[in-house]
């Protein structure tokens, strides 16, 4: 009997019980319908398609130039592909500038396939979480590094090192789950943060950069894969020890799942 003829559909509810029972989850990027079907089958809990593809895909030096249009495609190849994945997007960069522009996005996205949509931010998305919250829209709040805004923080640099940065994060993550946000993802930020935020938020927490106390973990498909001309220190190849794409994505759930990954080099302090 196949995975996929006994698998449930991941659903927002099972991520939160997975939370609630102290159970991990795998999340990875996937950019269309073929990718999309091996990480199901590899049990990838969920997929998120990310506006990481400006990157890995277009070959953009970050994610500023994605558009609107480029998700929505990417989502509709994603969704063609996927069986039982929760199914993540993100708003790519000013597409949630205003009250109508977020509205009509992230209803295109949700049209496309998407379960959830993730906004980068603090305190500064709280009322825009409550306005898709209340919509019907479920909410996934990026902090920590955010790639959307890397002119202004000025490279890709750790977060949340800082005591007053770091209190000022846990009380902005507090802030978005009241307003609605029911994930928390955490990019390069330290791992003792991390954990302290995963131990605090009652949402699931997902993790890259973020040390291996999160209730969940994402990395881009192409940095798991070795192929991403850029390795950052929390990335780990999979596939240098597998002897396929399809072992090493079912290598990275399991290493997810009994907390191999990320060890200490792949974590921040």
């Not at 509205?103 to 959830?116: C, E, K, P, V």
């Not at 040390?211 to 798991?224: A, E």
Request: with cysteine.
């Amino acid at each position: 009997m196949s995975l996929q003829s006994v698998r449930k559909s991941t659903t927002l509810n099972s991520l939160i019980r997975m939370k609630q029972q102290g159970e991990k989850f795998a999340c990875l990027t996937a950019y269309d319908a073929c990718f999309a079907r091996l990480l199901d089958e590899a049990g990838v809990e969920v997929i998120l398609v990310g506006d990481s593809l400006g990157m890995v895909l277009q070959g953009h030096d970050s994610t500023l130039p994605v558009t609107m249009a480029d998700m929505i495609y990417h989502m509709q190849c994603v969704k063609r592909g996927n069986q039982n994945a929760f199914l993540i997007a993100d708003m790519p960069f000013m597409s949630y500038s205003s009250e109508a522009q977020t509205l009509d996005n992230a209803a295109a996205l949700m049209r496309a396939g998407a379960q959830m949509v993730k906004l980068e931010g603090g305190a500064w998305i709280s009322s825009t979480t409550r306005l898709l919250a209340e919509r019907g829209i479920p909410v996934c709040a990026h902090m920590g590094l955010t790639p959307q805004s890397i002119n202004r923080i000025g490279g890709y640099i750790v977060q949340g090192r800082d005591p007053r940065q770091a209190e000022n994060m846990i009380n902005e993550a507090l802030l978005l789950q009241d307003a609605g946000a029911n994930i928390l993802l955490l990019e390069c930020v330290p791992r003792s943060l991390a954990k302290t935020l995963t131990d605090t938020l009652n949402i699931p927490v997902i993790g890259i950069g973020a040390g291996p106390d999160t209730t969940g973990q994402v990395m881009v498909l192409h940095d798991l894969l070795g192929i991403s001309p850029i390795t950052p220190k929390f990335v780990k190849n999979f596939l240098r020890d597998s002897s396929s794409i399809p072992d090493a994505l079912k290598a990275y759930v399991s290493a997810v799942k009994d907390q191999s990954f990320p060890a200490s080099e792949h974590s921040f302090v």
